[in-house]
Structures are given as structure tokens and as C-alpha cells.
DNA sequence: TTCTTTATTTATAATCAATATAAATTTATA
DNA sequence: TATAAATTTATATTGATTATAAATAAAGAA
């Protein structure tokens, strides 16, 4: 979740034009909570764009996770790539039920944050944390 | 990093044969520390086998994920599943250079991980986490 | 505006890890 | 040893993503 001109502008500044696709593209990236898939980005702007074509999708994608404003997730449980407009660290909870992926707010995460960077020896760039389980929405219809 | 008799014996208990390729499968899991490919198990595994089929690995693999002995790190930025003995929460670091994956503990995951369980409502069932950066031993061959 | 150039989108084909399938091989049991 | 079941192997297929090139749209100059 993140303001979309923080990622439209973004791509101003890196000499890109604001065509129409890129608009909608940031736009429904910013604004879904959960965090979706190429394939559920284009079959959801289709009906307003009908020309527009899978790969404007993906290449707007990866164009907003090379300039570091997106990130992947490719962890998701479902042989899908993910997008997330969130870079902070954060937990992602994905349900292997319905297979979607919402953010949770914990406290602790910016404690083990540091640690690791203290720790690491690493010269960090960023993180992925994926927890998996039912959710709430979901364990009454599946029993593990 | 885990016992291979851990690996072995959940194939047997699961009435599955303990054949040369699987035990071999196993026993590279279980001693890499870092964490390898379908394709470099494969590899690896070849000269002793020469007759080992990618199936056999692909295939091993997907029933020790079946049985929670394995897990897989699809979000490793080479576009590859690396596969995990250590199924316990922690974190891995990913190299974005070398594309190295080593484990680093750190005694705040627990607590997020409680915390996360208490929080969450979710029925969780495992945790996948990743940073990325340069390693020690890529920093220098490489500016940010 | 019109022309010219460049960026972008689109359509199509290609890639490649992973899966599906079925034949060949090995193992277990009688 | 013979029979049946499990496993491995070889081959073909899938499907998300990428590559390529043609078509379109936008920007700048005259």
C-alpha cells in the first residue's frame, strides 16, 4: 500500500513517459491490499483498456521493481510472481487455501531489522517475509 | 542443514523405497549449506549417476516438500527454486551478486514468530524469510 | 500544422523450468 | 523364477515470462 504518484513519479524521473497503461498500472498496484499477480493486473484493466496487451503489464512491472518502488514476491504458494507495493520490511501472510496475501503489522519486525543488519556482514538491500497458514476465512472449510 | 537419516527415514515412514538416487537426493541436502537447485542437484549428482533423469530429482524433491521436510525459497532473485532442509523459522540471506543463499540465526526470529502466531488469527503452518544484499565477499568487486 | 525522430505499445514467436505421460527398469513378494 | 508393484527414465507438453519486430503514439523542430 503506497500513494500512487509516489510511483508514477518515479518514472517521470527516470525519463519515462506517463502513458495511459503505466497510469492505471500504478494506480491498481497502489491501491490493492492484497497484492497481485501480472496475469490479475491485466485481466483486471482489460475492460477499460481493451488493446492493452500482457507485456506492457510486465514490462511496467519490472520497470517499478528495478527503480526499487516495488517489490516481487515469488514465494506465494501458487507458482505465481506477486507484486507488492510495500518495500519496507514487512510480514506478508499468505493463505494456502484461497491464496491471498495480506500484510500484518508487528512491532518486532523492526527490531530483528536491525539485528540482522548488524549481524550480517551484509550490505542489505531489502526483505521478503512470507508466513503461510489458513486464514481466518478459510478454516472452517479446511482442516489440516 | 539437517540430519540426513531426518530425510530419509520420513521417506521410508511415508512407504516410500529408499532407492540410491533418493538417498543420495537426500544425503546432498542435507549437507549443502547453501541451498541448491533442482538443476545443481541434478548437475551434481550426474557424474555419479549418470543415468539420474531431472524427473527423479524434480520428483524427490516435491515429496519431501509434500511431507514438511523440506521447504521451498521461490523468491531468491535468480528466478530458480532453491530447496531448504532447515524448516524451522530463520533467515536467509541472498545474495544479489553471487546468488549464494546462506542461513544466519538470529535470536529475535522467535520472538517475532510468537508474535506473529498470537497475532495473526491465521492457522500458520511455516515462515519464509529473505533478505538481500551483497555479501562480504562481493562487496568489494561491487558498488551500490 | 506537418515532418521527423524517438519512445511505447502491441502482436507474435521463443524460452525454459517444471509437469505429465508412458515405456523401461528395478524391487518386493509369492 | 515368475508376477506384480513401485520407481526411474525418456519424451512430450505446459505455461508464465521474455525476446523480437512491426504498429502506434508522443515530442520537438521547422
Chains 1, 2 share one sequence.
Request: charged letters at 20%; aromatic letters at 6%.
Amino acid at each position: 500500500m503506497k500513494n500512487t504518484n509516489e510511483l508514477t513519479s518515479a518514472l517521470k524521473q527516470a525519463g519515462l513517459r506517463l502513458t495511459p497503461q503505466r497510469l492505471a498500472i500504478c494506480r491498481f498496484l497502489a491501491e490493492s491490499k492484497d497484492h497481485p499477480t501480472a496475469a490479475m493486473i491485466y485481466e483486471h484493466l482489460r475492460p477499460q483498456y481493451p488493446s492493452l496487451s500482457a507485456m506492457t503489464v510486465y514490462n511496467t512491472l519490472n520497470t517499478l521493481v528495478e527503480l526499487g518502488k516495488v517489490n516481487v514476491l515469488g514465494d506465494c504458494g501458487d507458482d505465481h510472481a506477486h507484486y507488492d507495493a510495500d518495500t519496507s520490511p514487512h510480514i506478508n501472510l499468505a493463505c494456502i487455501s484461497c491464496h491471498r496475501i495480506v500484510d500484518i503489522a508487528i512491532p518486532q519486525v523492526e527490531e530483528l531489522d536491525r539485528e540482522v543488519n548488524r549481524a550480517s556482514g551484509y550490505q542489505l538491500l531489502g526483505a521478503r517475509m512470507m508466513y503461510y497458514g489458513l486464514c481466518p476465512a478459510c478454516q472452517p472449510s479446511k482442516v489440516l
